[in-house]
């Protein structure tokens, strides 16, 4: 699920999803994720969450929070499934 609600199944989908949105959407954006937090479910699983930030190359930054599944294959942490969003604009 991205940032702004879509959903997308299968690695295809994924793929043509990040393109739009890294090529197109938020071309030069920047993206910074906080330390958050890290709950272990088991040795190879772990639940990831904490707030975000996008700068768009305009100068506008928007803030988020996302929780992300992850897990082990041999020295590193591979996101298995992401929920990104972003808090609504300030009045």
Do not use: C, N, Y
């Amino acid at each position: 699920m991205g940032a702004f609600g879509d959903v997308q199944h299968g690695r295809g989908q994924i793929a043509a999803a990040f393109r739009h949105l890294l090529q197109e959407r938020m071309a030069g954006a920047t993206v910074q994720q906080e330390q958050g937090t890290v709950r272990m479910l088991s040795p190879e699983i772990a639940v990831w969450q904490g707030g975000i930030q996008i700068r768009l190359p305009g100068g506008t930054l928007l803030r988020g929070h996302a929780v992300q599944v992850m897990r082990r294959v041999g020295d590193r942490w591979l996101v298995v499934e992401a929920h990104p969003k972003l808090f609504p604009a300030a009045p």
